[in-house]
């Protein structure tokens, strides 16, 4: 199937409103994560507290990705409290709660911890967070 990828520009609630116009199939923001530590160790995906199923699968899959291919985290990871990797509500919210499709806030590495900031600012990291996204969709 093919998509047809809108990036759209403004504060939170104008880029869902937007997407919500248009009648997006998913909503997707992608983060590179930071820290004040240097020792967080783990892929993310956050949801909306009004979140759908769809979007907990999504951001739960995308999680257990992300800490395979970039060997963060994973499933049960111990930083994020033992959980799935998907964190409900919170920091993020605002990004997705007005959205009228799936919607999930992709968090994969951390820019504060130097192993993972030398892994992502390289070809190939740009190259595999890339082909995250795409199978993803």
Request: glycine share 10%.
């Amino acid at each position: 199937m093919a998509y047809k990828i809108h990036i759209l520009t403004g504060e939170y609630r104008d880029r869902q409103t937007e997407a919500n116009n248009r009648k997006a199939d998913l909503y997707l923001e992608q983060h590179i994560n930071s820290s004040v530590s240097e020792s967080p160790d783990y892929g993310l995906g956050v949801v909306a507290r009004n979140a759908s199923a769809r979007s907990k699968e999504i951001a739960e899959w995308y999680a257990n990705e992300a800490g395979t291919r970039f060997d963060v985290g994973g499933p049960l990871d111990h930083d994020i409290g033992y959980s799935t990797g998907v964190r409900v509500g919170g920091r993020g919210n605002a990004n997705l709660a007005y959205t009228n499709m799936p919607a999930v806030l992709l968090e994969p590495w951390f820019a504060s911890n130097p192993t993972q900031a030398d892994k992502m600012n390289t070809t190939d990291g740009i190259r595999q967070g890339a082909h995250l996204l795409v199978d993803l969709v």
